[in-house]
């Protein structure tokens, strides 16, 4: 056998190890009740029809050529505007569309990280940020975030784990797989932190509109000081996750990011470009209304507080209510091993959901992530099952 | 300023040294004669309306869900059914849908190549075969391929250049840039070298339709006894480069690519996916009518024998007429810096080509490469500058 390069087996998936046993289940004609897929287009959620509309013009008019590298010109002034709109002063310069924010991880990672060199996310997190640093040869370090105190970063923490070896420090808000949304006020901490150790952060906002009381309120508007990339894209708020089309903006402070600009600059080329016709869906999704994002958010928040009332109601759970995004981060009371937690409730019940300690062994463990995008219907048999599986559970 | 990573800074992409210099003149408002893009849709090609309308319904049907990280099923299959007409033996499970074949190359690169380990690719070559193995610390050696041959490869170079560090030989068939189709004893030839050496063949198919005269002979029928990675997709024959949508196929030989394989679907499986509608725009492509490839090659079998014919007559200049792709890879007789030559002409007269020693720095000096995608009024005007150039040319 011909063996593969160190680097490749270093990717774990961890939220593999229960997809397997699922699928395995299903090829018994067992029905597996999925609460693991943040995908809002495999329940009853669709791409609002203007964008799907424009999209599909863009593909009649034969809109297949090679886009410029860092993306349609015009796409590139609708981030431009939509920033601003967040009080963010970027040009079309700033900006490279990538295919889905997965890509423009890539691309800043490989552009910051020489070996050995660390990078500060949040524990529990979204698991990119830990997989593709590490493809990178350099190391992610999880901060604490706090479930007392809502899922929020402990600053403290990230204080002490900063070294010199540290490039950069990245935020997720709103959050995966917590579901929180930070105060401005934590912001602004972190935002000294980077500022004091001079390195940059990374703002995922892939959830931005996705709040369920709050206004966003945009980092880089925070942290004036502070050099930022932004991360967003179509696949959540505009709900097209399969069409891979998201963007990295970058908010330079001095010219500090200069070189890393380069950086992703000369990766973004040899890569060509994100497919072109969806970025002109993206386009009339940032021009066109905007309505059906209440119409989503009024449809997640009944199906979180079904989940919260559910929750509440069974010995030995808990869960902070999220304030955006659409995963709830499920507490189990002195479990010992979430994993196996997960994987027997999938063998008993049928219930299929994500183990805590993928997104994090150390701040992630005794807990599970379930989506609130099932309608209630799914969800009130899904958590019938999880009741009974409590109720009958032994030493896990 | 904060120093981006050594790694991203060895990506070079010298076709990008013209581009800028030729954008310059156009901000002053002087047009200048695009012979350097290999994107059809930029001159007078569409995509075809059948391949159009079924991703233009897969769209509006909000197929803008994740698909599976291999790829949709039913486009698996259809890859499969179109490998058989080639007589090559795979499965559904051998396959993975790319972003294009670009990341197919970072997907196996990467799997295959530890630091310092080596893969053979053809001198001159299309560029991302000597980016990526750089991009992912492996070294890749340009082997000859034999401008009075045809631009065949020279197996003794090849045996020459392998050493025990090589994981594997690319095949780009037929070739970008210089158009050439290699005759089976050739392949049989390349496969002979591998198997002694034990080690893998990359085929890079993507002008598979694309050919003058000949019916494309699969190097994996050929070389049933060797493990072959096999790339193609839409871009080219299928008239959508700006669709992303690209496959590799496994054509493993006793499980020897069994860890390599493993390597490449860790990775697949972290980047989630290629877009999910435009999936469904190549099934239609893959199973609809095939007439308009022959439309295609008959425009440009004029283009290329206009193009042919204008190289005859002019002093200083030759080439070897391609047998398939649309790219004609024109020598410049006792040419000392094909770099200059090429800033020189498009400063002088405007015409915009790519220098040889951008595809190889060895075995493509002294040339340029145009396409023979535009229409003969505009290759007219070109050759018609051209000419003047080489008539006044001075000493470079």
Known sequence: MIPASIRSKRIEYAIRDVVVPAKELEKKGIEVLKLNIGDPIKYDFKTPEHI???AAEAVMNSRSEYSPSEGLL??????????KGYGVDITTDDIVVTTGVTEALMLIFAAALDPGQEILVPGPTYPPYITYPTFYDGIPKTYRTVEEDGWHPDPDDIRKKISRKTKAIAVINPNNPTGAYYDERIIREIADIAAE????????????KMLYDNEFVSPAKIAKDVPMIILNGISKVYLAPGWRIGYLA???????????RDGIMRQARARLCANTPLQLGYLAALKGPQDHIKKTMDKLRERRDYV??????????SVVPPKGAFYMFIKVDGCRDDKKFVLELLREKHVLTVHGSGFCPIYGKGHFRIVNLPPVEYLEEAFNRIEEFMKERKNI
Chains 1, 2 share one sequence.
């Open 52 to 54: 799907r509309k424009a």
């Open 74 to 83: 015009e796409l590139r002034e609708a981030i431009v505007d939509k920033e």
């Open 197 to 208: 150790n001079d390195i940059f952060m990374i703002s995922d906002e892939i959830y931005d």
């Open 250 to 260: 970058i908010r330079d402070v001095d010219g500090k990011l200069e070189d890393i």
């Open 308 to 317: 919260a009332k559910r929750v509440a109601e069974i010995d030995g759970l």
